[in-house]
C-alpha cells in the first residue's frame, strides 16, 4: 500500500524558518496533485499548501501566502514546505497528502480529493 513519509518537524521560535519534506514510504508513485494540511490541537485539519504535479501549480491558504513555499521534485517524488516567518498559530501537526487520480472532483484545497495520507509530524512555533 502506497504511504507517504514527512520529515522536517520540530520546534522553532516565532520570525524562524523550517522545511518540511514528504516522499513516498517505498515505490515511488504518480500523482495529480500534492498537498499539505495542518491540524492544530482541538481543530480541524486545513487546507495549507498544494501543488500540481505536470503543471507545477501552487496553491496557498490565505493565512500562509507570502510566507510558506510548497515545491515538487520530480526526480525523487518530494514534495517540500519552505515555512518563513513561522509565527504561534502555525503550530500544528503537518500532514502531506497525495492525489494520485487526479478526479477532480473536489478542490485542492479540499481534504476529500487525497487519498494518500502520511503520518504527520509536528510543528511548534515558540513565541
Known amino acids: 500500500q502506497a504511504q507517504l513519509v514527512e520529515s522536517g518537524g520540530g520546534l522553532v521560535q516565532a520570525g524562524g524558518s523550517l522545511r518540511l519534506s514528504c516522499a513516498p514510504s517505498?515505490?515511488?508513485?504518480?500523482?495529480?496533485?500534492s498537498g499539505w494540511f495542518r491540524q492544530g490541537a482541538g481543530k480541524e485539519r486545513e487546507f495549507v499548501a498544494a501543488i500540481t504535479w505536470r503543471a507545477g501549480t501552487r496553491y496557498y491558504a490565505d493565512s500562509v501566502k507570502g510566507r510558506f513555499t510548497i515545491s515538487r521534485d520530480m526526480a525523487s517524488s518530494t514534495v517540500t514546505l519552505q515555512m518563513n516567518n513561522v509565527k504561534p498559530e502555525d503550530t500544528a501537526v503537518y500532514y502531506c497528502?497525495?492525489?494520485?487520480?487526479?478526479?477532480?472532483?473536489?478542490?485542492?484545497?479540499?481534504?476529500?480529493?487525497?487519498?494518500?495520507w502520511g503520518q504527520g509530524t509536528q510543528v511548534t512555533v515558540s513565541s
Open positions: 517505498g515505490r515511488a508513485f504518480g500523482a495529480y496533485a
Open positions: 497528502a497525495s492525489d494520485p487520480y487526479g478526479r477532480r472532483e473536489y478542490s485542492v484545497r479540499d481534504v476529500r480529493s487525497y487519498d494518500i
